[in-house]
């Protein structure tokens, strides 16, 4: 089992930036792949950017390419997601994700989630 814990969030000028730490606790955490997921007041939940561990590929949304990083430490069992350039679309609730394989790109694919983390974007 794994229990995912976001934090980081909180409100932020256009054009600033956020660091989103998800600290993971249980067993063999270095086998999961990562993701990110986001989900505004009244929108679907989407996604963001993932990790995978076994060969250190990465996926990020047309949306925040560019602008988003996404990272791993397998130390300190925490997974980040470092947000630049931030914009008042980027305000949602943000997921921390994981799974016991390959990374992918669709919520559904995920196991565990934490509870989120609100950013607020202002204009």
């Known amino acids: 089992q794994v229990q995912l814990v976001e934090s980081g969030g909180g409100l932020v000028q256009a054009g600033g930036s956020l660091r989103l730490s998800c600290a993971a606790s249980?067993?063999?955490?270095?086998?999961?792949?990562m993701g990110w997921f986001r989900q505004a007041p009244g929108k679907e939940r989407e996604f963001v950017a993932a990790?995978?561990?076994?060969?250190?590929?990465?996926a990020y949304a047309d949306s925040v390419k560019g602008r988003f990083t996404i990272s791993r430490d397998n130390a300190k069992n925490t997974v980040y997601l470092q947000m630049n350039s931030l914009k008042p679309e980027d305000t949602a609730v943000y997921y921390c994700?994981?799974?016991?394989?390959?990374?992918?790109?669709?919520?559904?694919?995920?196991?565990?989630w934490g509870q989120g983390t609100q950013v607020t974007v202002s204009s």
């Open positions: 249980g067993r063999t955490f270095s086998r999961y792949a």
């Open positions: 994700a994981a799974r016991g394989g390959p990374m992918m790109t669709v919520g559904d694919a995920y196991a565990y």
């Open positions: 990790f995978s561990w076994s060969g250190g590929s990465t």
